[in-house]
Nanobody, 123 residues
Framework: QVQLVESGGGLAQAGGSLRLSCAAS????????MGWFRQAPGKEREFVAH????????SYADSVKGRFTVSRDNAKNTVYLQMNSLKSEDTAVYFC????????????????WGQGTQVTVSS
């Protein structure tokens, strides 16, 4: 069982930065692929990024590649999403999630979810 709590969302200007954190509880945090998803009003939840269990492998949606960076600190049971060069289209609720498998790109691959944190980018 893994419980996830996101933080760090808020309001940013276009071109600015935010750093999201996701704190996990549970002894086996380091064994999960950790992902970030987002959902804008009226849209489906979409994949943003994920990081493998030891952090050696990351993957990003094309829409955020080069601007967002996912990282994790297994000693702190925390995963991060550094978001730079923010755009208005990045406005969404951001969720972190844990998957018990590699190459997890679909929401259905993830068994555990946080409650989400709102990110609003003003243009």
């Amino acid at each position: 069982q893994v419980q996830l709590v996101e933080s760090g969302g808020g309001l940013a200007q276009a071109g600015g930065s935010l750093r999201l954190s996701c704190a996990a509880s549970g002894r086996t945090f380091s064994s999960y692929t950790m992902g970030w998803f987002r959902q804008a009003p009226g849209k489906e939840r979409e994949f943003v990024a994920h990081i493998s269990w030891i952090g050696a492998r990351t993957s990003y949606a094309d829409s955020v590649k080069g601007r967002f960076t996912v990282s994790r600190d297994n000693a702190k049971n925390t995963v991060y999403l550094q978001m730079n060069s923010l755009k208005s289209e990045d406005t969404a609720v951001y969720f972190c999630a844990a998957a018990g498998r590699s190459y997890a790109y679909e929401a259905s691959n993830y068994a555990y979810w946080g409650q989400g944190t709102q990110v609003t980018v003003s243009s």
